[in-house]
């Protein structure tokens, strides 16, 4: 059993990993701040994780059993959160076949932050489970089918890594400076993350100096 390293004040939500490791403001944004704002891309999301949170929980077919949102912890990454679907499976050997499998709109994306996800719910699961994943899968809604994940060394370090550093940034109340690159076009908080103005000091300062001059000119206050 690994050993416990956070304690359950200390649990942040898992699902943050995928904002982490596609904006790190982003997550900063949602989880320290909490900031929200709806797009067309996350309602879409949003609608099609409805296929997987019914209240029927459970169904079997045959040697093969499917739970949806099951609850998931890792106390040695110090997340918490849901999986999609848990299949088990009794195979012709008498051994057992589990695959975690996470649902996406979409189709699969340039990085890694749907396998991210997927990596940190399969260790979530086997902390918990006390067994060994080798591989998971994403469905996304546009493909309609299946993607592989391996869940090598090198995938399950950055996990580590990443979970790690938004602890870092949690504790301290932290949330990282913009950066502005092509991934903001489909940011949902793009309005309120402003990265336009991260690149600069100069044009931080100038804009906050705009802020208080239109303050002081709706107050009537002067300098």
Known sequence: MEPKCFCEDELLPLSGI?????CERQWGLIH??????????TA????????????LLKERRGDLMRTRAVP?????????GVADVIEIEQTDRNGIRTDIIEYKRGKPKPDDR???????????????????????YLYYGETKHRHKVVFTEDLRARVRMLAKRMHEL?????TPRAMKSSKCRNCSLVDICLPSLGSSNQKLDA??????DELKEETGVKS
């Open 72 to 80: 998931l912890v890792s106390w040695t990454l110090g997340l918490y």
């Open 170 to 174: 949690y504790a301290r109340g932290e």
């Open 207 to 212: 804009y906050i100096n705009k802020l208080f």
């Open 18 to 22: 995928q904002h982490f490791a596609f």
């Open 114 to 136: 749907d396998e991210v996800q997927l990596c940190a719910q399969a260790i979530c699961l086997e902390e918990m489970l006390g067994i060994t994943l080798v591989y998971g």
């Open 44 to 55: 879409q999301g949003r609608l099609l994780h409805k296929r997987t949170e019914e209240p």
């Open 32 to 41: 320290i701040e909490n900031q929200w704002v709806e797009n067309v891309l």
